[in-house]
């Protein structure tokens, strides 16, 4: 008798690829080992279920703890969130200067700073320099510390004040950080190595930064001399030009900048877009300066009109000084011009009158002409100005205070020398813009010195140089379609 055989049935399976987004997930889970059975699965179901309640536990906790959230305590953390928003997006506006004003084989390397640099900038600041700047004070007023990171809780007499929240505040102050370094980027521009570059933007905005930080915004020794920095001319912007030149002398000139003695023009591809970056810079600055009175007040309208005010002049001055000195205005002019405007106005964009505001912006737009041309003349390649606007203008914003400032938002007296305010407040802004040149060269000359002993120097080879630092160093090009000048 012949017994057929019988092909016995295989269960079906179902492939992965072939899966529904529907059946998908779950056959992805029985996938792996573990999850197959059923009771694997229904325990897998309770994870959200106990994420969910734990959250709204969390929740509920910190809601019962603090009391009804006020107008003022929305209106002022709001505000400097919107403040915040605008700084971090200065970064956008670095970017295009720099890579505008600098070669199209260099545009990648340029971008890929301006970007890396301030994610380093907040990582940083947040595990120890927001504290470094402040935390108690561990030496009289010269150095603060509290311990690494920072306590984001949300207290009930914050709320009942309209006080800012840690984490709102942080942001804030890391976004300050991050344009520090950012400004060392324009005079390294061209000829530093990426990993070295990034490695000191990590003790610039670790260390350097915070500590001089503190002794205006922690209430240290500048602070109880009497000291005014409103916004950070030279906290922020002269610390960065300071940092940057010491990077730029160390460096060297590029490749070609000067022949015989003489400087040679080496123009920035893309005009356009440095002109844009120059735009969002100074739409950024309503966060930079206004962002810095802490809250939302009567007075912050006041302050971004001073900003205005000053970037409208230095662009004026600038303009006319550069016709004057080359017979045709130059673009690159007008965008430091509007550039050292503002900076000229961030320390005492709250103690300027309108009229005030405004002169200290031109003078800022002329003397950035002046400081251009000398730099070159000593030699020292800064290709896109970056210390004449943060550097030279930063030290400027500073001391004219001590010129014509005045108590705008107290009793209105005046505080500068033409104003009846006596030489003291003149040597005082005089003394805070001297510290902050001099700590910021000696730490930042050992720092840069100590980074190139280590890695084999700070600047790349010449061929790299010469072939441009985004095929050196990167590896790809910002124009592949187009022949890069060289």
């Known amino acids: 008798m012949t017994t057929a055989l019988q092909t016995p049935q295989r269960r079906s399976r179902s492939r992965l690829q072939d899966a529904s987004l529907v059946n998908g997930p779950m056959l992805l889970l029985r996938s792996i080992r573990g999850f197959s059975s059923n009771r694997s699965m ?28 006020n107008a003022a305590f929305l209106a002022n953390n709001l505000w400097l969130l919107i403040a915040t928003i605008l700084v971090i997006f200065m970064n956008a506006g670095f970017a295009m200067v720099e890579a505008g004003m600098c070669r199209s084989k260099n545009a990648v390397n340029i971008l890929a700073k301006n970007l890396f640099v301030f994610a380093l900038a907040v990582t940083a600041y947040w595990v120890i320099g927001y504290k470094l700047m402040y935390g108690d004070s561990v030496a009289g007023g010269w150095l603060y510390f509290g311990g690494l990171f920072f ?81 950070g001319s030279s906290i922020v912007h002269s610390v960065g030009a300071w940092a940057g030149l010491v990077g730029a002398m160390l460096l060297g000139p590029r490749i070609g900048k000067y022949s015989d003695g003489k400087p040679q ?7 356009a877009i440095a002109t844009l970056g120059a735009l969002v810079l100074w739409i950024g600055w309503y966060g930079f300066n206004p962002g810095s009175q802490l809250a939302m007040d009567e007075w912050v309208p006041y302050v971004a009109v001073t900003t205005t005010l000053a970037a409208a002049a230095g662009a004026i001055g600038a303009t006319i000084v550069s016709t004057l000195t080359s ?60 210390f004449s606007v943060h550097g030279v203008c930063g030290v400027w914003g500073t001391v004219v205070i001590g010129l014509w400032g005045t108590s705008v938002q107290g009793d209105g007296a005046g505080i500068g020398l033409f104003n009846g305010g006596g ?30 002993g280590l890695f084999g120097g700070i600047r790349v080879s010449e061929e790299e140089e010469t072939q441009g630092l985004d095929i050196g160093e990167h590896g790809m090009e910002a124009y592949p379609d187009f022949a890069s000048a060289k």
């Open 42 to 69: 229904l325990w897998l179901a309770t994870v959200p279920l106990a994420l969910f309640g734990l959250g709204i536990f969390n929740l509920s906790a910190h809601a019962a703890d603090l009391p009804e959230l």
């Open 151 to 231: 306590d984001p809780t949300v207290t009930a007499d914050m709320v009942t004040d309209g006080a800012l929240v840690p984490t709102v505040d942080f942001l804030f102050q890391s976004a300050f950080a991050g344009t520090a370094a950012t400004i060392v980027s324009g005079l390294v521009a061209e000829r530093v190595k990426f990993g070295e570059f990034v490695v000191f933007a990590i003790v610039l905005t670790a260390f350097i930064y915070p500590i001089a930080g503190s002794w205006q915004w922690n209430g240290g020794w500048l602070s109880e001399l009497g000291f005014i920095d409103f916004a």
């Open 265 to 271: 023009a080496m123009p920035g591809h893309n005009m």
């Open 327 to 386: 017979g045709k205005p130059d673009l690159t002019m007008i965008i430091n011009g509007i550039l050292a405007g503002l900076v000229s106005i961030t320390a005492g964009c709250g103690d300027m009158t309108l009229v005030g505001a405004w002169f200290a912006g031109l003078v800022g737009g002329i003397i950035v002409v002046f400081s251009v041309a000398a730099l070159d003349a000593a030699e020292i390649d800064d290709p896109v100005g970056a």
């Open 423 to 452: 030489i003291e407040p003149l040597l005082i802004q005089a003394l805070g813009a001297a510290a902050y040149a001099i700590w910021t060269l000696v730490t930042c000359w050992i720092a840069w010195s100590v980074i190139g």
